[in-house]
């Protein structure tokens, strides 16, 4: 499996912006499809963004659309969540997730399609 590790997540004011990351190794990062998650205290875990192989397809949940945007650097083994005029329902542990198999966007909005996931990055937006 590949071995995610988010970074970025920090405690800003509403209106800013953050950029996420998230750094893959041990697999080859080409390989795989790949979404953001988050999950709020006492919510379930929700869909944020993915994005296929190629970069050629990219899905975002409709409460962040607009505002978030992924990305991804294969070169780099990285994967990216920028995050603009960030809101306090943005407030949540933000999970990183490497798919196998995923290709399409209904497949991976859905947690069960990935494979490996990061640790999770804190990300609090103070109103």
């Known amino acids: 499996q590949v071995q995610l590790v988010e970074s970025g997540g920090g405690l800003v004011q509403a209106g800013v912006s953050l950029r996420l990351s998230c750094a893959a190794s041990?697999?080859?990062?080409?390989?795989?499809?790949m979404g953001w998650f988050r999950q709020a205290p006492g919510k379930e875990r929700e869909f944020v963004a993915a994005i296929n192989r190629s970069s050629g397809i990219t899905c975002v949940a409709e409460t962040v659309k607009g505002r978030f945007a992924i990305s991804r650097d294969n070169a780099k083994n990285t994967l990216y969540l920028q995050m603009n005029s960030l809101k306090p329902e943005d407030t949540a542990v933000y999970y990183c997730?490497?798919?196998?198999?995923?290709?399409?966007?209904?497949?991976?909005?859905?947690?069960?399609?990935?494979?490996?996931w990061g640790q999770g990055t804190q990300v609090t937006v103070s109103s």
């Open positions: 997730a490497a798919a196998l198999h995923g290709t399409s966007c209904v497949s991976l909005k859905q947690g069960r399609t990935y494979d490996s």
């Open positions: 041990g697999r080859t990062f080409s390989n795989y499809a």
